[in-house]
């Protein structure tokens, strides 16, 4: 039999009915919203081939979308495990289901610090557009991010088990495999990520502060677009990975301590985290139809792919910063003279940059 590694006090997911019942509102939630919105997302994206070809931003929201709803598929099961207080599909199941859950997390973080990047490559780097529309980079990216997805969400597998026939949480064999395993998780589904994301903030706001043009329209909705989507995500996964570090702490902590016993309550407090991270795969819809709301009546339900057009643009008519520097170095005339009138040359009287001009 499969020894499990357990704080003091014998929680499970199940131990709070305020966790249980939480967590079964915010699932059905999430479903009720998150499904429809990004079903509607995958039809309005997954078709449109504009000729330049398809923003990159686009293309990262299309994967997200999907991403999010693959994971809100799976709500039933979680509802009735809540509700049942009983796992309904077994262990291959238990394991299957919970790798999935993993995979989409890391798809949907990943993705979301691309668009971040991207945003602040567009504005930093805008001559870099054209490229960032290629085809071929975009496949690219995306690949590596469902490589790295389904790499990094192996370990919810080989740590979820079924207990008593009737639980299915993790089981670590020891407080040395829980500490590695959700310092793991914590550090690349959140901290690195985040980092990464605040670090492109930054250079972005630098930017822009300094910048001879203002943001065009289109760019800055797209803009708000991606820091709320940003938000939305670290302020609904922030709670499940709390818990994490709580667990970290008590797994370390000596046993019979107080810090040891908070382990057990972080354990009864997951199903309500875990289904509060539920709700984030749902708010993206919401915060595209916010943002775009001025162009619903022009655009109806093909407002979309309007709000994604010229993403990767952060100057308005299409000026980028290879052009405001050819601009810059454009000889300046000035009139210092009328010169000769009628036969005269129509070059006196002009200077180039403080200098007579005589050709």
């Known amino acids: 039999m499969l020894a499990c590694y357990r704080p003091p006090g014998n929680e499970t997911l199940l131990s709070w009915k305020a966790s249980r019942v939480t967590g079964t509102a915010f699932l059905l939630l999430a479903a009720l919203v998150g499904l429809p919105g990004n079903g509607f997302v995958v039809w309005s994206l997954a078709g449109w081939r504009?000729?330049?070809?398809?923003?990159?931003?686009?293309?990262?929201?299309?994967?997200?979308?999907?991403?999010?709803?693959?994971?809100?598929?799976?709500?039933?099961?979680?509802?009735?495990?809540?509700?049942?207080?009983?796992w309904p599909l077994g262990q291959a199941g238990c394991k299957a289901v919970y790798y999935v859950?993993?995979?989409s997390m890391y798809a949907s973080v990943l993705l979301t610090s691309l668009l971040s990047l991207q945003r602040c490559l567009a504005v930093t780097r805008p001559f870099l557009a054209?490229?960032?529309r290629s085809p071929a980079l975009a496949r690219r990216l995306l690949l590596a991010v469902w490589l790295a997805a389904l790499l990094l969400a192996a370990p919810a597998a080989v740590y979820r088990h079924l207990w008593g026939d009737r639980v299915c949480q993790l089981c670590h064999p020891s407080p040395a495999h829980a500490a590695a395993h959700l310092s793991l998780e914590t550090l690349t589904a959140f901290v690195l990520p985040f980092g990464l994301v605040l670090g492109c903030y930054g250079l972005t706001l630098a930017r822009l502060r300094g910048a001879r043009w203002g943001a065009g329209r289109q760019g800055s909705r797209v803009g708000r677009l991606v820091s709320a989507i940003v938000l939305a995500f670290g302020l609904l996964w922030a709670p499940y990975h709390a818990v994490n570090v709580l667990q970290v702490a008590a797994a370390l902590a000596p046993p019979g301590?107080?810090?040891?016993?908070?382990?057990?309550?972080?354990?009864?407090?997951?199903?309500?985290?875990?289904?509060?991270?539920?709700?984030?795969?749902?708010v993206n819809p919401v915060l595209y139809v916010f943002?775009?709301?001025?162009?619903?009546?022009?655009?109806?339900?093909?407002?979309?792919t309007r709000l994604f057009e010229g993403s990767g643009d952060a100057r308005s008519g299409g000026r980028s910063r290879e052009g405001t520097m050819e601009l810059r170095a454009?000889?300046?005339?000035?009139?210092?003279?009328?010169?000769?009138?009628g036969g005269g040359d129509p070059g006196d009287g002009m200077e180039k940059d403080g200098q007579r001009w005589d050709p």
């Open 257 to 282: 301590g107080a810090l040891a016993r908070l382990g057990g309550a972080g354990q009864a407090a997951r199903a309500g985290t875990t289904a509060l991270a539920f709700f984030s795969s749902s």
């Open 50 to 86: 504009p000729a330049r070809g398809r923003p990159l931003a686009a293309t990262l929201a299309l994967h997200l979308a999907l991403a999010d709803g693959a994971v809100l598929l799976l709500t039933p099961l979680f509802v009735a495990f809540l509700a049942g207080q009983a």
């Open 130 to 132: 054209p490229r960032l």
């Open 101 to 103: 859950c993993a995979l």
């Open 330 to 341: 454009t000889p300046r005339l000035k009139v210092v003279g009328q010169g000769h009138r």
């Open 291 to 304: 943002t775009a709301r001025d162009l619903l009546p022009r655009a109806g339900p093909g407002f979309l």
